[in-house]
């Protein structure tokens, strides 16, 4: 009997809940109508994963410096962005979004439907949530994506919590947003769709930007401490390392979605036996705990001795590895970021199914190597979209035709540089 009383207890409660939901709708307009003076808030909502967060963090700290009276809250939905986040001074309150399976924001804001069904499920999913919202001094809000289904639920969020400002591009429902961004802004690089956002947040609050977006500092999203660098150092003395340090971070792994964007094991060992016999680089090959077989593989396949640190170090530690590394070769993953972040010397990427001018940053230290096939890149702007799935009898051929000589040669050109 006690299994059947709490589920139906919890219906009870839903059930209430929705019931109660038309005073919601009613205190949320009230709040929109009522200005607060002093100690006001703004809303950013990301449900982007590290890579994402260390793009879209300069232009926070960039709304901090012009909006400094306000309280910043980020809400974000990844553990490890939650992690880089909590690190920033400038973000005053940082929000773990908590997902559970029937309230996976992917899978229950995919359709559009009616606007008012979609704002009770989404009280109906998360209550507690958009009371605290609907009580906060929270006027202002802004989705950063990164697909559409976090800017569906960031819309109806802001609409029902009565969020007076609301600024978005992605997702269904925008035209309950107080100050939609052109939609065509998607098309740009990650850099310029932040931006656009943050601009039109301050050019709501009629708050010029002049120059600044030119002035932004990329290496504030990622800042490491004196002790962290000192643990960094103390660990490669430890592996028998001595300045001046040759290193070579190689990082095989990398989310795979609904396409995989892993080049493969064979193809690094490769590579990194190349660094080590033609440039005398010390291997060090990185990843998280999930990773660490990658990384073991990689290393089974090796000729040459490596160090792997998959797995052991945490991403202070491989902040502080990539602020000495001289090349750091990588698929699209949160480690490219990461080394643009630290300014690594020398980033190579390899891409397949993304693409770079989209997502990579352009400067002289990043070379990528894109796929010569011609459906690649498929996937513009969401990596998780199930309509962008590989459909050829060789799946992510985009990947696999990239051969490792390709590769050499990109790095022979690198220390060519160098001589």
Not at 232 to 241: A, D, E, V
Request: some cysteine; overall charge positive.
């Amino acid at each position: 009997m006690y299994q059947i009383k709490i589920p139906l207890f919890s219906f009870l409660v839903k059930l209430i809940l929705v019931l109660f939901f038309p005073f919601v709708i009613l205190i949320a307009k009230f709040k929109k109508i009522i200005f607060f003076n002093g100690n006001q808030e703004i809303l950013l909502t990301h449900f982007g994963a590290i890579g994402d967060t260390l793009i879209c963090i300069p232009y926070v700290h960039l709304l901090k410096k012009k909006l400094p009276r306000y309280k910043i809250n980020f809400l974000t939905s990844d553990r490890g962005a939650y992690q880089i986040l909590k690190r920033k001074k400038d973000i005053d309150n940082v929000v773990f979004f908590q997902q559970y399976k029937n309230g996976n924001v992917k899978n229950r804001f995919s359709r559009e439907g009616n606007r008012l069904i979609n704002q009770i499920k989404l009280f109906y999913l998360y209550p507690i949530y958009v009371l605290k919202i609907i009580f906060s001094r929270i006027v202002i809000g802004a989705s950063l994506g990164p697909f559409h289904e976090a800017g569906t639920f960031s819309n109806l969020l802001f609409d029902i919590s009565g969020i007076k400002i609301s600024i978005g591009c992605f997702g269904n429902f925008k035209n309950s947003l107080s100050k939609p961004v052109k939609e065509n802004v998607l098309d740009e690089h990650w850099n310029q769709i932040y931006m656009r956002i943050i601009e039109s947040v301050l050019n709501e609050l009629k708050i010029s930007l002049e120059d600044d977006f030119e002035k932004l500092n990329k290496k504030k999203s990622f800042e490491i401490t004196y002790d962290e660098k000192k643990t960094i150092i103390n660990n490669i003395y430890s592996k028998g390392l001595k300045k001046p340090f040759m290193i070579s971070v190689i990082h095989p792994g990398g989310a795979t979605y609904v396409n995989s964007k892993l080049w493969g094991i064979d193809k690094f060992a490769v590579i990194a036996d190349y660094l080590y016999e033609k440039y005398n680089m010390n291997i060090f090959i990185t990843g998280s705990s999930s990773e660490k077989y990658l990384a073991k593989s990689v290393s089974y396949k090796m000729k040459n001795p490596c160090y792997i640190v998959a797995g052991e170090y945490d991403i202070p530690m491989v902040a502080s590895l990539l602020d000495l590394t001289t090349i750091c070769i990588t698929n699209d993953t949160s480690i490219l970021h990461l080394a643009n972040v630290m300014e690594t010397k020398y980033i190579l990427s390899i891409w397949g199914p993304t693409n770079p001018m989209k997502i990579g940053e352009k400067n002289d230290r990043n070379y990528f190597i894109k796929s010569p096939i011609e459906c690649s890149p498929c996937i513009t702007l969401d990596a998780g979209d199930i309509k962008k799935k590989c459909d050829r009898e060789i799946k992510e051929e985009c990947l696999k035709i990239i051969e490792p000589e390709k590769v050499r040669n990109v790095i022979d050109k690198i220390f060519s540089n160098l001589e």
